[in-house]
């Protein structure tokens, strides 16, 4: 049975290698593979959306309007092609205040992998595998456990943990995304990630991977999703719904929007799906404070 | 009731019996309770992971959290609906989804086209305007193919069941959820939404 299909989900079709897993310990289920470039990194999505033309340069992004809008993925945005002061600055001046009260004595940023409490690219260290809590986290997981250590209760995902990240990563803007996924537990939690976006679950049966690789540009009555190459250097973001979220946050949000049951905020599945989105975002640079509609 | 309904429900109960190998969060924070102080429990749904932000106490037992401006902690919200007998993406689900399965229409189609079209054009129930244009949405998807004149199409009425029941039946790589299979909408009201389209001329 074939339908007229627009050129772009014809493109989109091709690069799905479509398979329904055969492993005997799994029980039946199914998977969206999409085609990650290797070594992962922002330039795959030339293969893929084929958009980062468009939005590789932020001071440079070309006007768009209505069904092309989704190409830039949402970079315009970002400064310097948007001036305004939003919630993210708010944020950002509360997590100044909250870092320099946790970080009397400097304990708190050395704690955090800054021993000489220089926050320069300390937001790049991350996620990582923490030889403290024995599993791989991101850096609201560890500012949550840190500030912990010292009495304090950030609780990943909350606005005030959002904010001291917001701070943190600022002192990275400009830096471009490199995490190393090709060895040692992040190569482990980059592949089950991978396998997690892919996998179809959910009273609708949809990946990650349908609406973000299948689905991409595709209008989804009124919502569009974008690739998923080049979309973590912005996190915790501003959202227009007044709302300071946390990736994690996101995803709870995208599950829910898909039929989806949500996983607990730093549960290994939704941090090794932060660890493979970190790898494709590998060579954009940082942007924060950011704000999405 | 079909075989692989029964057969996923079997699987449900028998993972309830399986270890959970990991504890959920520590840090976690406690659900609010919901119910009043009379009310008994109610145990952890059987075959959901242990990390699921689930409180079997809460409204619908599926919840979220939001965050709150300038605070350190998250305020639990109530999601519309219990997801909890679907499968989840946590590593400690060992659930699967139901296999595609081609069904056949037991007798007449027996749909009530009225009330196919309320679950059709309805994001918290048949969600098809989602991926596809349906008469009179102004914000129409485009995932699928518009479905405006469907009756055109010529489709038998077991076709249209079966494409409702189960897409992956007719096309395995399709986008489509197999709305039957997963249960996700009743057998009434498979028919219901195929009267609905048939009636599309």
Same mark, same amino acid.
């Given at each position: ?44 999505d030339k ?13 440079k ?26 919630g ?5 001046e509360?997590?100044?205040?909250l870092?320099k009260?946790l970080n009397a004595g400097?304990a ?8 000489d ?13 923490d030889e ?8 609201e ?5 840190c500030?912990?250590?010292l ?5 990943n ?7 001291v990240?917001i ?10 995304m490199?995490?190393?996924v ?11 990630g ?17 609406c ?8 989804l009555?009124?919502?569009?999703p974008t690739t ?11 959202r227009?719904?007044?709302e300071l ?7 709870t949000?995208c ?9 607990q ?8 799906i932060?660890?493979y989105?970190?790898a ?11 704000m999405?509609? | 009731m079909?075989?692989?309904?029964i057969g ?5 109960i028998l ?11 520590? &840090?976690?924070? @406690?659900?609010?309770?919901?119910? /009043?102080? $009379? ?5 952890w749904? %059987? ?12 409204k619908?037992?599926t919840i979220?959290?939001?965050?709150t ?17 679907w499968?989840?993406?946590?590593h400690?689900?060992t ?18 086209? &009225?009330?196919? @079209?309320?679950?059709a054009?309805? /994001?918290? $129930?048949g ?5 596809? %244009?349906?008469?009179?949405?102004a ?8 479905l405006?004149?469907?009756a ?9 069941y ?7 039946s ?10 039957g299979?997963?249960?996700?909408l ?16």
């Amino acid at each position: 049975m074939t339908k007229p299909q627009t050129l772009l989900s014809a493109l989109a079709c091709a690069l799905l290698g479509y398979a329904a897993s055969v492993a005997a310990a799994e029980p039946y289920r199914e998977y969206v593979w999409d085609a990650t470039s290797n070594p992962p990194g922002v330039e795959g999505d030339k293969g893929h959306t084929d958009t980062y033309q468009y939005w590789k340069d932020r001071s440079k992004l070309p006007a768009m309007n209505g069904a092309d809008e989704w190409k830039l993925n949402w970079k315009f945005r970002d400064r310097p092609g948007n001036d305004q002061l939003h919630g993210g600055d708010l944020a950002q001046e509360r997590g100044e205040e909250l870092y320099k009260k946790l970080n009397a004595g400097n304990a708190f940023a050395a704690c955090m992998g800054a021993p000489d409490g220089n926050l320069k690219g300390l937001r790049l260290k991350y996620p990582r595998y923490d030889e403290d809590m024995k599993k791989v986290v991101g850096m609201e997981a560890r500012i949550e456990y840190c500030a912990g250590k010292l009495g304090s209760k950030l609780v990943n995902g909350s606005y005030d943990n959002s904010a001291v990240s917001i701070y943190i990563a600022t002192f990275s803007n400009g830096m471009p995304m490199a995490i190393d996924v090709s060895q040692g537990p992040l190569k482990d939690s980059f592949e089950r990630g991978r396998k997690v976006f892919n996998l179809k679950a959910g009273r609708m049966n949809l990946a990650c991977a349908s609406c973000h690789v299948q689905m991409v540009g595709k209008n989804l009555r009124g919502q569009t999703p974008t690739t998923h190459y080049g979309d973590l250097t912005h996190w915790p973001t501003w959202r227009g719904k007044d709302e300071l979220q946390s990736l994690h946050v996101r995803f709870t949000e995208c599950d829910k929007n898909s039929g989806v049951q949500p996983l607990q905020i730093g549960s290994q599945s939704y941090t090794d799906i932060e660890v493979y989105l970190s790898a494709l975002s590998n060579g954009y640079p940082m942007q924060a404070p950011s704000m999405r509609d | 009731m079909n075989r692989v309904l029964i057969g996923s429900a079997a699987a449900l109960i028998l993972q309830a019996c399986a270890t959970q190998s990991e504890p959920p969060r520590a &840090e976690a924070p @406690k659900p609010a309770a919901t119910t /009043t102080a $009379a009310a008994e429990p109610k145990p952890w749904p %059987a075959g959901l992971p242990a990390d699921a932000l689930y409180d079997p106490n809460a409204k619908n037992g599926t919840i979220f959290y939001v965050p709150t401006t300038d605070t350190a902690t998250l305020k639990q919200a109530d999601h519309p609906r219990d997801l909890s007998r679907w499968l989840t993406r946590s590593h400690l689900d060992t659930r699967g989804v139901p296999p595609p399965v081609k069904k056949t229409l037991d007798g007449p189609l027996n749909g009530n086209p &009225e009330e196919g @079209k309320k679950i059709a054009m309805n /994001t918290g $129930a048949g969600n098809c305007w989602a991926c596809h %244009a349906l008469p009179g949405d102004a914000q129409p998807g485009n995932q699928g193919p518009s479905l405006i004149d469907f009756a055109k199409r010529g489709m038998s009425d077991e076709e249209v069941y079966q494409t409702i029941y189960d897409r992956r039946s007719v096309n395995p790589m399709t986008a489509m959820p197999p709305f039957g299979a997963l249960g996700t909408l009743s057998d009434q009201q498979v028919r219901d939404i195929a009267a609905f389209l048939q009636s599309l001329k």
